[in-house]
Every structure is written in C-alpha cells, then in structure tokens.
C-alpha cells in the first residue's frame, strides 16, 4: 500500500515510517520532513520523493514533481473549496506574528499556490492513504488534507490528548467517532456491576475526580516551569543543573545550544521569520545569523510589552468576584491559533461566536462567565496579534456576560457552576469528571462521552442547557465505561517526542517499543476506519 507521510518531523518519525513499512507493507511514496531530517530520510527510503518542510510551507513544488506540473484551479475547482479558504486565512494568523507580516493579498495568493499544488500532487500521484503525526493546522497540510477529502483519499491523524498515552487516532477533523467509541457503545448496552480500571487508568481516574491532581496540558505545564526559570539568573540555572546531572550536563548543554542555534538558521520555529513581510520570507537565508538572531529577539521583546498592555485591559474589565448565588456556566477561552480552535473547531475559532451563541442561549436568570486562557498573556507563545481589548468589551454586549480574571481558580469555578463549555480543550473533560456537565462547540476527542453536549447550532445549545436547568448530571458509571474503552482500544504510545520525554520520567517503555504500538494503533484505526484489513508485509 503507497502512502505519503505528510510533516512526519521530527526524529523518530522516521523509525515510524519504517516500522509501518516493515509491520504493515506501508510503502513511503511521498514524505515532508524536516530539512535536518532530508538527509537521513533519503538514506532510509532512497527511492521515495522527500520535501523539506519549510519548502513545502513557501509552495515549493518538489523537484520530482515540478517537472510535469500543470495549473489546476478553474471557477468550479474554487468554488467546492470554498469553505476551505474560509479557515485558512483564519489559519494564517499562524504566520502573521505582529498583525502586519501577511496581509490579505498574501493570504490568498499562498493559498492558490498550495491547493493549486497540491490539487496536482494528489491527482497525478495518488497514493492509497495519507498519514498525518497530528490534526493538520499548519497552512500547507490543512490544504493537502482538503484535497484528499475532496478527492476521497483515506487518511489518518492523531489528535491531541495528554492522558497516559491513549491517543485517539481519527480519519478527518471533523470526525463522527473514534474507535474507542464503538467498545463504548457495547459497554453501555452490557452494562453490569462495578468494574476496576487497569491500574494506570485507575489511579488517572482517582486523581481527577478527587481533586487531587491538577488537570492542565503539557504544554501549560512546560509554560509554568519556563515562568519559573525566568526569575532565577541564568548561572544560578546552571549550576543546579550542574549538581544534579554532573558530568552528564555538558554534553546536554552542548545539544541544547546547537538545538537553539539550528532553530534560528533553518527556521524551524515561527517566530525566526515573524516582522517580516510574507513574500520576503525568502530573504531570511541571507541574513546573517547574528542578524536573524537580533529579529527574533526584538519581535519576542516587542511581543512581550503587547501581550503585557492586552493582560492589563483583560484584567480591568474582568471581575474576581465568582456570583455563587446565581446558576452560571464558566466559558474557558482557548489560547489562538492554535489547532485545538483552528481547524478543531470550525468557525467557533472566532470564540465570540460561542460567546454570543451560550449567551442567547441562556436559561433566565443564568451567567455566562468567560475566562481567558492564561497562556494568551504568555511571552513564550507564538503570537500577539489575535486578541484585543474589543474582542473582550464585545463579550461584555452581552448582558448576561462577565469576564472573569484569570487569577480566579478554575476548580473554584468548576466546583459551583452549572456546566463548563469550551471549544474542544480538556477542560471539558475535567469538568465532567467532576461530575458537571460540559457544553462543546467543536470537535474534540472525547466528544461522545457521558455528559457531553455537542452544541454546534443554537437549537442543540437551547435544548441542553434546558436540560442541565432541569437537574441533568452525568452519570460516572458511564464516564468510566468511556475510560475502559479507551483502554481496551489503545496502547499506549507517544507519537510527538515532548510526550515521550514526559513519560519517561514515570513510565519504562523505550522508543523502539514507543514506535511499534504507534504503528500498532495507526493499523487498528486503518481497520476501523476503512473496514480493511492492514495489507501484511509478508504478503
């Protein structure tokens, strides 16, 4: 079976690719990699075509390619992906770091150069699946999932979860289900007695539902310690690191300085291009590194003092004040862009559409109350031009709204709301299992889960929230029937290397066995998904 492996970045992907092929015959046709991966990738699979990603992020068509390429938008071919485009300008705000790098003429002019390409590609080399390591959000492979969609080219894609490795594998952004949900199902017509999770599960479930153990993300977490690090002087860092490693420290340090100066020669990360103009992207090669250092440094300085003055307009109109004598539902906002709202949920990336949909919604006499995401105050995200102090008074239009500050506990609120609604984050979850019910306007993983309320139109938002007005509360029998079956589907398995490395702090599975259950899970989603049976490599 031919497939392309599309943004398979970092390291290990390429462990992947090969243990899919020699596991399950999946044969790498085509594959975009990163550019300090190109090399090894074409010693690993010489025959395959192989992309660096940042050409193919600037619509440089790969040279296998490019020979016998052919335009291939009209009227008609615009029109059915229409609402494609719609997302992908909402998706370039990505790439516009300060609100003036790309402008609307870019927008559109990248945008027929990639699904013009692509268009091409996938007509004229149509491989038998598509593989993506995560929900396509990155502008050129949003495109390239589009047009398999349009062109009925199966794929697959994981979506972002952080529990314990059970990483739900799908087959679009806007899925009906994941695998898991079809045990689910079985297990809420079988239901019997009480059951016992497997122990990792058990003690996950515990420590939610008690309490006892802080729900927040990965990357939050990493967020807090890089907060953390900021306040302490850098030789202070340094020889505690020193005490602690030993010797071992030298050798990390010397990977970590090669890691940050990479970062800035071959633009792996955004932030190196952002405060340029997007058609002169092209020039940052010729810069000096020194040069393309001081850019970075000066749009992350300038950044820091936007996000800074936005932090102190939240905060003025928002309230610290949590009315525990009014019905009220807690609305937490997410951090944008970022692929949990841009393409996860739809045209609710604008969150304010949520906003005023909840608001209308609303039974008398209810709150709304809305809290920031925290990190969209953060110096170290990536962008500082997606929120403004209008945004936060069009909320307040609304007269059952209130902003809440971002110094009140979430669990406080979670604790004496009615329900909890958000996009597609975790939070929802963490709500029910808290035994709240939880309203989501997008699609999230966990969407099918006991105590869920899929509110994409203003009907399904009436009729839950009459529910939950009339003593609606779910059922943690069922929740943890949800928990078994996502269990019993998966094994546990790491496909980005920061979860691997975080769970290699309380977990011993190494990276070839890591590898061998990503494949593992990949072929049981394929199975699922497409009703075939995952061609052998020995066939």
């Given at each position: 079976?031919?497939?392309?492996?599309?943004?398979?970045?970092?390291?290990?992907?390429?462990?992947?690719?090969?243990?899919?092929?020699?596991?399950?015959?999946?044969?790498?046709?085509?594959?975009?990699?990163?550019?300090?991966?190109?090399?090894r990738?074409r010693?690993?699979?010489?025959?395959?075509?192989?992309?660096?990603?940042?050409?193919?992020?600037?619509?440089?068509?790969?040279?296998?390619?490019?020979?016998?390429?052919?335009?291939?938008?009209?009227?008609?071919?615009?029109?059915?992906?229409?609402?494609?485009?719609?997302?992908?300008?909402?998706?370039?705000?990505?790439?516009?770091?300060?609100?003036?790098?790309?402008?609307?003429?870019?927008?559109?002019?990248?945008y027929?150069?990639?699904?013009?390409?692509?268009?091409?590609?996938?007509?004229?080399?149509?491989?038998?699946?598509?593989?993506?390591?995560?929900?396509?959000?990155?502008?050129?492979?949003?495109?390239?999932?589009?047009?398999?969609?349009?062109?009925?080219?199966?794929?697959?894609?994981?979506?972002?979860?952080?529990?314990?490795?059970?990483?739900?594998?799908?087959?679009?952004?806007?899925?009906?289900e994941?695998?898991?949900?079809?045990?689910?199902?079985?297990?809420?017509?079988?239901?019997?007695s009480d059951?016992?999770?497997?122990?990792?599960?058990?003690?996950?479930?515990?420590?939610?539902?008690?309490?006892?153990?802080?729900f927040?993300?990965?990357?939050?977490?990493?967020?807090?310690?890089?907060?953390?690090?900021?306040?302490?002087?850098?030789?202070?860092?340094?020889?505690?690191?020193?005490?602690?490693?030993?010797?071992?420290?030298?050798?990390?340090?010397?990977?970590?300085?090669?890691?940050?100066?990479?970062?800035?020669?071959?633009?792996?990360?955004?932030h190196?291009?952002?405060?340029?103009?997007?058609?002169?992207?092209?020039?940052?090669?010729?810069?000096?590194?020194?040069?393309?250092?001081?850019?970075?440094?000066?749009?992350?300085?300038?950044?820091?003092?936007?996000?800074?003055?936005?932090?102190a307009?939240?905060?003025?109109?928002?309230?610290?004040?949590?009315?525990?004598?009014?019905?009220?539902?807690?609305?937490?906002?997410?951090?944008?862009?970022?692929?949990?709202?841009?393409?996860?949920?739809?045209?609710?990336?604008?969150?304010?559409?949520?906003?005023?949909?909840?608001?209308?919604?609303?039974?008398?006499?209810?709150?709304?109350?809305?809290?920031?995401?925290?990190?969209?105050?953060?110096?170290?995200?990536?962008?500082?031009?997606?929120?403004?102090?209008?945004?936060?008074?069009?909320?307040?239009?609304?007269?059952?709204?209130?902003?809440?500050?971002?110094?009140?506990?979430?669990?406080?609120?979670?604790?004496?709301?009615?329900?909890?609604?958000?996009?597609?984050g975790?939070?929802?979850?963490?709500?029910?299992?808290?035994?709240?019910?939880?309203?989501?306007?997008?699609?999230?993983?966990?969407?099918?889960?006991?105590?869920?309320?899929?509110?994409?139109?203003?009907?399904?938002?009436?009729k839950?929230?009459?529910?939950?007005?009339?003593?609606?509360?779910?059922?943690?029998?069922?929740?943890?029937?949800y928990?078994?079956?996502?269990?019993?589907?998966?094994?546990?398995?790491?496909?980005?290397?920061?979860y691997?490395?975080?769970?290699?702090?309380?977990?011993?599975?190494?990276?070839?066995?890591?590898?061998?259950?990503?494949?593992?899970?990949?072929?049981?989603?394929?199975?699922?998904?497409?009703?075939?049976?995952?061609?052998?490599?020995?066939?």
């Open positions: 079976m031919n497939v392309f492996y599309l943004g398979f970045c970092q390291d290990f992907h390429l462990e992947i690719i090969r243990s899919n092929r020699e596991l399950m015959g999946w044969i790498p046709t085509y594959a975009v990699v990163y550019e300090t991966e190109v090399e990738f010693s690993m699979f010489p025959t395959c075509p192989v992309s660096g990603q940042l050409d193919v992020s600037l619509a440089r068509l790969n040279p296998d390619y490019a020979q016998n390429f052919t335009h291939q938008l009209d009227n008609d071919v615009l029109s059915e992906f229409h609402s494609v485009e719609s997302n992908f300008y909402r998706m370039c705000d990505r790439r516009d770091f300060d609100g003036y790098s790309f402008n609307t003429t870019e927008r559109r002019r990248h027929y150069r990639l699904l013009d390409q692509w268009l091409y590609i996938l007509k004229n080399h149509r491989p038998d699946l598509v593989l993506f390591p995560d929900t396509p959000h990155t502008l050129w492979d949003y495109i390239a999932y589009a047009v398999c969609e349009q062109l009925k080219i199966p794929t697959l894609m994981h979506t972002t979860n952080t529990i314990l490795g059970l990483t739900p594998i799908v087959n679009k952004i806007e899925f009906s994941i695998p898991s949900d079809a045990i689910y199902r079985t297990e809420l017509k079988n239901q019997k059951f016992d999770l497997p122990a990792d599960l058990e003690d996950f479930w515990k420590s939610k539902t008690s309490l006892t153990e802080d927040k993300p990965y990357y939050v977490k990493a967020l807090e310690e890089k907060a953390k690090l900021r306040t302490t002087p850098m030789w202070l860092r340094l020889w505690k690191k020193l005490l602690t490693q030993g010797l071992s420290f030298f050798p990390q340090l010397i990977k970590t300085l090669q890691y940050k100066i990479n970062a800035v020669k071959n633009l792996q990360f955004y190196a291009i952002k405060g340029l103009p997007f058609a002169e992207i092209t020039q940052f090669s010729t810069f000096t590194f020194w040069k393309k250092l001081s850019l970075t440094k000066a749009i992350k300085k300038e950044g820091a003092f936007r996000l800074k003055e936005l932090q307009d939240y905060e003025s109109l928002a309230t610290n004040e949590v009315p525990i004598d009014s019905p009220f539902v807690i609305f937490f906002m997410h951090y944008t862009p970022e692929k949990t709202s841009v393409p996860d949920a739809g045209p609710f990336a604008d969150q304010y559409l949520a906003i005023d949909m909840l608001s209308a919604s609303m039974p008398e006499g209810w709150l709304l109350l809305v809290k920031e995401h925290p990190y969209q105050f953060s110096p170290e995200m990536p962008n500082f031009n997606t929120r403004t102090k209008y945004d936060y008074l069009q909320f307040l239009n609304n007269k059952n709204v209130r902003l809440i500050s971002t110094a009140v506990d979430s669990f406080y609120l979670i604790k004496h709301c009615k329900a909890v609604s958000t996009l597609t975790t939070v929802a979850l963490e709500g029910v299992l808290q035994g709240k019910p939880a309203l989501i306007t997008g699609y999230a993983w966990y969407k099918n889960c006991e105590g869920m309320f899929n509110c994409l139109t203003q009907n399904a938002t009436q839950a929230l009459a529910q939950i007005a009339g003593g609606y509360v779910p059922d943690m029998y069922k929740v943890r029937l928990f078994k079956a996502l269990g019993q589907q998966w094994k546990r398995s790491y496909h980005m290397s920061y691997f490395r975080a769970q290699q702090k309380t977990e011993n599975i190494t990276m070839d066995e890591n590898v061998k259950r990503v494949s593992y899970n990949f072929m049981s989603a394929y199975q699922h998904y497409y009703g075939l049976r995952a061609q052998s490599a020995s066939s």
